[in-house]
T-cell receptor
Framework: GQQLNQSPQSMFIQEGEDVSMNCTSSSIFNTWLWYKQDPGEGPVLLIALYKAGELTSNGRLTAQFGITRKDSFLNISASIPSDVGIYFCAGRPDAYSGAGSYQLTFGKGTKLSVIP | GAGVSQSPRYKVAKRGQDVALRCDPISGHVSLFWYQQALGQGPEFLTYFQNEAQLDKSGLPSDRFFAERPEGSVSTLKIQRTQQEDSAVYLC????????????FGSGTRLTVV
């Protein structure tokens, strides 16, 4: 089945530093999503990407959908303590469908620790 | 409600016991999903409902797992004769059908089988 390789597995950074993490797939996805999960909570959507090459920002977060449709990256600028958590990429093969599965395939996550 | 609500938040079951996990999706969301998240892993798809119809159950790991959504709103995930490998967080998510954005997850039920 499809697999997502997410790296790095964990990161320790100083407050104020920029962060970059990425995700690669063995097959093509038509939608890429980035989620953040805090302890004891469900994943929360940060950014959604729908077109190859698309670059989207949400505040200090920027994500890109790779041209090959097999990869995506997420950047966080000027990190703050509340950025701590686990970040997941997720891919979906169908960009838009009125019927059928919206099944997501998730990476294993990047655990981010921010040192004040 | 304002978000996806799951209950119980924590469940400890003895091996062999049956369990039932409940999900209340966001009002008006026709699509509902169940995911299983093992410790240190990303969520993995279990099953998908559109209204009351279970359109995809390809992720259910065995016939001990059963999900239903009889009236197209609340859903229950049932696990029969629980095993230790069933220990995980079970996440429910819902979305508006036919809309292309990531869906909203609940906080999950942490199941521990002892």
């Amino acid at each position: 089945g499809q697999q997502l390789n997410q790296s790095p597995q964990s990161m320790f950074i100083q407050e104020g530093e920029d962060v970059s993490m990425n995700c690669t797939s063995s097959s093509i996805f038509n939608t890429w999503l980035w989620y953040k999960q805090d302890p004891g909570e469900g994943p929360v959507l940060l950014i959604a990407l729908y077109k190859a090459g698309e670059l989207t920002s949400n505040g200090r977060l920027t994500a890109q959908f790779g041209i090959t449709r097999k990869d995506s990256f997420l950047n966080i600028s000027a990190s703050i303590p509340s950025d701590v958590g686990i970040y997941f990429c997720a891919g979906r093969p169908d960009a838009y469908s009125g019927a059928g599965s919206y099944q997501l395939t998730f990476g294993k996550g990047t655990k981010l620790s921010v040192i004040p | 409600g304002a978000g996806v609500s799951q209950s119980p938040r924590y469940k400890v079951a003895k091996r062999g016991q049956d369990v039932a996990l409940r999900c209340d999706p966001i009002s008006g969301h026709v699509s509902l999903f169940w995911y299983q998240q093992a410790l240190g892993q990303g969520p993995e798809f279990l099953t998908y409902f559109q209204n009351e119809a279970q359109l995809d159950k390809s992720g259910l790991p065995s016939d001990r797992f059963f999900a239903e959504r009889p009236e197209g709103s609340v859903s229950t995930l049932k696990i029969q004769r629980t095993q230790q490998e069933d220990s995980a967080v079970y996440l429910c998510a819902s979305s508006l059908a036919g809309v292309n954005y990531g869906y909203t997850f609940g906080s999950g039920t942490r199941l521990t089988v002892v």
